[in-house]
C-alpha cells in the first residue's frame, strides 16, 4: 500500500522560508515521478514542483521559480520542498503525489493536477503572512 506523508507546514511572515517534507513508501522510488501540489481557498488545485526520482530532473511553476527548490533523498524515499521569499499567495495546503514514471513519463505536464493521478497525501498547510 502507498503511503505519502507530508511535514514541514506552519505559518510564516512573508519574506521567510519553510520546508517541506514528503516520506514516500510501498513503491518503487527509483522510478517515480514526485510532485508538490498546492490548493489554496475557493482555488483549484495547481502544481508547484516535479521531481523525477531516475535521475533527480525537476520542473516548476513559473510562479515559484527562483524561490522554491524541490530535491530528494532517494536513500529516504523522501522528496523535500525549501520555499524561500514566501509571498502571501503561496499560503495553501500543500500535498505530495507521486505516480510510476511508466505511466505517463515525468516532465512538465506532470505540473497539471487534474491529470496527474497516481498516489497522494493528506496535505500539510502553509499560511504566510503579510
Known amino acids: 500500500q502507498v503511503q505519502l506523508v507530508e511535514s514541514g507546514g506552519g505559518s510564516v511572515q512573508a519574506g521567510g522560508s519553510l520546508r517541506l517534507s514528503c516520506g514516500a513508501s510501498g513503491l518503487t522510488y527509483s522510478r517515480a515521478c514526485m510532485g508538490w501540489f498546492r490548493q489554496a481557498p475557493g482555488k483549484e488545485r495547481e502544481g508547484v514542483a516535479i521531481i523525477y526520482s531516475g535521475d533527480g530532473t525537476t520542473y516548476y511553476a513559473d510562479s515559484v521559480k527562483g524561490r522554491f527548490t524541490v530535491s530528494q533523498d532517494s536513500a529516504k524515499s523522501t522528496m523535500y520542498l525549501q520555499m524561500n521569499s514566501l509571498k502571501s499567495e503561496d499560503t495553501g495546503m500543500y500535498f505530495c503525489?507521486?505516480?510510476?514514471?511508466?505511466?505517463?513519463?515525468?516532465?512538465?505536464?506532470?505540473?497539471?493536477?487534474?491529470?496527474?493521478?497516481?498516489?497522494w497525501g493528506q496535505g500539510t498547510q502553509v499560511t504566510v503572512s503579510s
Open positions: 503525489a507521486a505516480r510510476d514514471y511508466t505511466w505517463l513519463g515525468c516532465n512538465i505536464y506532470a505540473l497539471q493536477a487534474r491529470t496527474f493521478g497516481g498516489y
